[in-house]
């Protein structure tokens, strides 16, 4: 790090520019994990990977990479996870990146650095450690960033190995960024306080450098979802929380229970009517929860005349889970599920009729 530099990051704090009317005028280049999420950890993200794209074995050796990780330091520890996470996933089905990181990655964004100083950027760029695969589709997609920087994969045969790419030329780089904005002396940095030596090619070549400490993004409130640039609407995701490393313990340590539970369900729910499975599935701990319209039809019995055909019901999970509540809901078995990429095993358990979409268009 250069004196010079090293004098800009001492000397300029992020909340001097809230007050900045001219932040339109410049190109922002903003720490992607040091400045914009309010944390800084970036485990729960590759365990995401590890486990939807990798499955649930891939998730226990992260987890118990993790202290190992922990003392190897930050740079050695990104890569290690990123080997553990993305070794041997093909490339064509690595949906990971733009169905199911970008709602984790929103709940993380700090709402005062985004709406008061990135959003009010003229052009915006994002540096992150995490491999772009990751992180573009959430930064593009959903926060409209304009150029992101991150990790490239190396690929073989349309697998991912695991490892890192050599950082391209800083120049080159910098030439797409100020293609049409500029010179250099228009590019305003923000950092973490402790990140300086993350992205120095980058923020060596801004006018200023702002820091972000770590006590004010402890302070930051949640962006809430209306005030996405663009909402998030669609969500492929198994997990219904964070999973940082505690909470992914409590998962793992709680499997064996849960497999015995879900098939007791499993059993009670195929082989005995609603009147005598639904008390059953609530002594069990199974909670559900339903409101009704007061305009809402009735769902037509098999052979009623004069009654419309049927109804449609939309469901937003890809799992057989709407559609099995949908039919306890309305206490009958005379529904088809329409699913996608559902496990054979899940079709024949089902107590309900599945019929399988492809993507095959005749």
């Known amino acids: 790090m250069t004196f010079e530099t090293q004098f800009k990051y001492q000397n300029n704090k992020y909340s001097s520019l809230l007050h900045r009317s001219d932040l339109n005028e ?10 914009l999420l309010r944390s800084s950890s970036v485990f729960p993200y590759f365990m995401l990977v590890a ?8 998730a226990i050796v992260l987890l118990l990479s993790y202290p190992f990780v922990c003392l190897v330091g930050d740079e050695m520890g990104v890569k290690i996870m990123i080997m553990i996470s ?57 926060l409209e960033i304009d150029f992101v920087v991150g990790r490239e994969l190396k690929v073989f045969h349309g697998y991912f190995m695991g490892l890192v790419e050599e950082r391209k030329n800083v120049h080159d780089a910098l030439e ?29 070549r801004c006018k200023e450098v702002y820091m972000v400490p770590e006590a004010d993004k402890k302070s930051w409130q949640k962006l809430a979802t209306e005030k996405y640039p663009k909402p998030l609407i669609f969500h492929d995701g198994r997990l219904a929380f964070r999973p940082t490393p505690p909470a992914t313990l409590a998962i793992l340590m709680w499997l064996p229970c849960a497999f015995i539970l879900s098939w007791l369900r499993i059993i009670t729910a195929i082989s005995l009517p609603f009147p005598i499975s639904t008390p059953l599935l609530t002594l069990s701990g199974l909670r559900l929860t339903s409101t009704r319209p007061n ?6 019995k098999p052979n009623t005349p004069n009654k419309p055909k049927g109804h449609l019901y939309v469901c937003n ?37 599945t019929v399988r979409l492809t993507r095959d268009p005749q």
């Open 86 to 142: 993305f070794f041997g996933i093909k490339t064509e089905s690595f949906r990971v990146g733009r169905a199911v990181l970008p709602k984790f990655l929103l709940e993380d964004v700090g709402s005062e650095i985004f709406e008061e100083v990135i959003h009010r950027g003229g052009k915006k760029v994002g540096l992150s450690k995490l491999p772009r695969v990751m992180v573009e589709s959430f930064l593009r997609e959903y």
């Open 51 to 58: 486990f939807e794209a990798g499955g649930l074995l891939r």
């Open 176 to 204: 797409l960024v100020h293609e049409g904005k500029g010179s250099c002396s228009d590019m305003i940095g923000i950092s973490g306080c402790h990140k300086g030596l993350d992205h120095e090619d980058f923020f060596s």
């Open 295 to 300: 305009n809402t039809t009735q769902p037509n």
């Open 26 to 35: 410049h190109t922002l280049i903003f720490d992607i994990e040091g400045a």
């Open 317 to 353: 999970h890809r799992t057989l889970l709407d559609p099995l509540y949908i039919s306890f809901v309305l206490r009958t078995e005379h529904l088809v599920a329409v699913t996608y990429s559902l496990s054979r095993m899940s079709e024949i358990l089902a107590p309900i009729k």
